[in-house]
């Protein structure tokens, strides 16, 4: 079945750059039947949606977010990334990826993130 | 960006009981509604998607209906299992948004 698992530093400096990658298994990215989403959740709040890419690199961002955030992918490693530049303690949260496809599944486990000095 | 209201916060309930969770869009979304359901510590887990369409796995005593800017979660039977947080997404506009949550507790 299809897995998807986050990767990355769980502790970032501020205003340094937050770098998550993703590894998709069970299936193959370069299909391009889907995109590819990243989410967050702070500690105790909400969901709220970052943004997504398609296997031929199109990306579709949060406007919030839009000036910090950049989404790839690497269809050679079935992965996809996230890059958060200039993070602050606001950006502290759980950041999980997840397959788009009109509704988000399946997702990551989940990776926290902690933005402190 | 869309903002998506969601009703009660929290629901006391116990097991066997119907829960209806509704969900209020600022605009009109069509039938670009999500459902999900997160337990403490674990991802979200997608229940419906399309407003009203069962994802594969997912119990019947889910359901889901609503178009336009409302729309219901309803769980026919409470099971143990269910108790946990319940939140809706809208894919129709960007950025997709999600409701603040509905948890559902044990009464």
């Known amino acids: 079945q299809v897995q998807l698992q986050e990767s990355g530093p769980g502790l970032v400096k501020p205003s340094q750059t937050l770098s998550l990658t993703c590894t998709v298994s069970?299936?193959?990215?370069?299909?391009?039947?889907?995109?590819w989403s990243w989410i967050r959740q702070p500690a105790g709040k909400g969901l709220e949606w970052i943004g997504r890419?398609?296997?031929?690199?199109?990306?579709n961002y949060n406007p919030s977010l839009k000036s910090r955030v950049t989404i790839s992918v690497d269809t050679s490693k079935n992965q996809f990334s996230l890059k958060l530049s200039s993070v602050t303690a606001a950006d502290t949260a759980v950041y999980y990826c997840?397959?788009?496809?009109?509704?988000?599944?399946?997702w990551g486990q989940g990776t926290l993130v902690t933005v402190s000095s | 960006d869309i903002q998506m209201t969601q009703s009660p916060s929290s629901v006391s309930a116990s097991v066997g009981d119907r829960v209806t969770i509704t969900c209020r869009a600022s605009?009109?979304?069509?039938?670009?509604l999500a459902w999900y359901q997160q337990k403490p510590g674990k991802a979200p887990k997608l229940l419906i998607y399309?407003?009203?369409s069962l994802q594969t796995g997912v119990p019947s005593r889910f359901s889901g209906s609503g178009s336009g800017t409302d729309f219901s979660l309803t769980i026919s039977s409470l099971q143990p299992e269910d108790f946990a947080t319940y939140y809706c997404?809208?894919?129709?506009?960007?950025?997709?948004?999600f409701g603040q949550g509905t948890k559902v507790e044990i009464k």
């Open positions: 997840a397959r788009d496809q009109g509704g988000a599944d399946p």
């Open positions: 069970g299936v193959s990215i370069s299909s391009g039947s889907y995109y």
């Open positions: 890419v398609y296997s031929n690199g199109n990306t």
């Open positions: 605009q009109g979304v069509s039938s670009w």
């Open positions: 399309a407003a009203s």
């Open positions: 997404q809208q894919a129709n506009s960007f950025p997709w948004t």
